[in-house]
């Protein structure tokens, strides 16, 4: 397992714990709003290796909760199954993080009881999400798919969508909302421009059109949250 980057606290990436993220390399999407291009287009090297990452969390037991794992997609690493149950195997919760475009492995990891908390992020309306993912070909029963895997399946779950001025419009979160009707959380995040981002052009949305876009939602997911205000 190659392991990019290591946080060693975090409060909000996995909701309600006291967690550490770890980031896996590599991914099959390229938003062009993304903030770890150099990382999903594997230009990275390594960090850590997988001895050192498991040494620390040794001294890590008993004060953290659990492990975010993220990237980059982390379903396109092929010992990611076995990555998780040596985490939880030492008492740790897994959350996984995941772009839904591969399914399969997120039912498999599912089935076998290894993640406790996944987190979706839905990128668009389907009509739009080769546009917004930078792959216009994408096969988007995949992600719906893997909507429908997490609401049967995953212990606990969250969708979110980064809003992008370019991309997205109140249309599109009413699309949004039919894709997960009956959803348990969702959560909106406002666009911010970094120098990591690859398209310079793009902007967030006013604060006031996100609490607009929030209210779409509301009927369609039983909780619906925007994060960063």
Do not use: W
């Given at each position: 397992?190659?392991?990019?980057?290591?946080?060693?606290?975090?409060?909000?990436?996995?909701?309600?714990?006291?967690?550490?993220?770890?980031?896996?390399?590599?991914?099959?999407?390229?938003?062009?709003?993304?903030?770890?291009?150099?990382?999903?287009?594997?230009?990275?090297?390594?960090?850590?290796?997988?001895?050192?990452?498991?040494?620390?969390?040794?001294?890590?037991?008993?004060?953290?909760?659990?492990?975010?794992?993220?990237?980059?997609?982390?379903?396109?690493?092929?010992?990611?199954?076995?990555?998780?149950?040596?985490?939880?195997?030492?008492?740790?919760?897994?959350?996984?993080?995941?772009?839904?475009?591969?399914?399969?492995?997120?039912?498999?990891?599912?089935?076998?009881?290894?993640?406790?908390y996944v987190?979706?992020?839905?990128?668009?309306?389907?009509?739009?999400?080769?546009?917004?993912?930078?792959?216009?070909?994408?096969?988007?029963?995949?992600?719906?798919?893997?909507?429908?895997?997490?609401?049967?399946k995953a212990?606990?779950?969250?969708?979110?969508?980064?809003v992008v001025?370019?991309?997205?419009?109140?249309?599109?979160?009413?699309?949004?909302?039919?894709?997960?009707?009956?959803?348990?959380?969702?959560?909106?995040?406002?666009?911010?421009?970094?120098?990591?981002?690859?398209?310079?052009?793009?902007?967030?949305?006013?604060?006031?059109?996100?609490?607009?876009?929030?209210?779409?939602?509301?009927?369609?997911?039983?909780?619906?949250?925007?994060?960063?205000?």
């Amino acid at each position: 397992m190659k392991l990019y980057g290591l946080q060693k606290l975090t409060l909000l990436d996995y909701p309600g714990k006291t967690a550490c993220t770890v980031f896996l390399g590599g991914c099959n999407m390229r938003c062009p709003f993304c903030h770890n291009m150099e990382l999903a287009e594997g230009k990275m090297e390594p960090q850590l290796s997988e001895e050192d990452f498991f040494a620390f969390l040794e001294k890590r037991a008993g004060l953290l909760d659990g492990v975010a794992i993220t990237g980059g997609e982390p379903t396109l690493s092929p010992d990611l199954p076995e990555f998780m149950k040596r985490i939880r195997d030492m008492g740790f919760l897994v959350k996984l993080d995941t772009n839904g475009l591969r399914p399969a492995v997120l039912e498999d990891i599912l089935d076998r009881g290894l993640a406790d908390y996944v987190a979706m992020d839905v990128k668009n309306s389907l009509e739009k999400y080769g546009q917004t993912v930078g792959i216009p070909t994408i096969d988007t029963t995949a992600i719906t798919r893997s909507i429908a895997i997490i609401q049967e399946k995953a212990p606990d779950y969250e969708f979110r969508t980064t809003v992008v001025a370019q991309f997205h419009t109140s249309e599109d979160m009413e699309r949004i909302g039919v894709m997960l009707r009956g959803a348990k959380r969702y959560f909106l995040q406002n666009f911010e421009m970094s120098e990591m981002v690859p398209c310079r052009v793009l902007s967030p949305v006013s604060k006031e059109e996100l609490q607009r876009f929030a209210e779409v939602l509301t009927g369609s997911v039983e909780e619906v949250g925007i994060r960063g205000l």
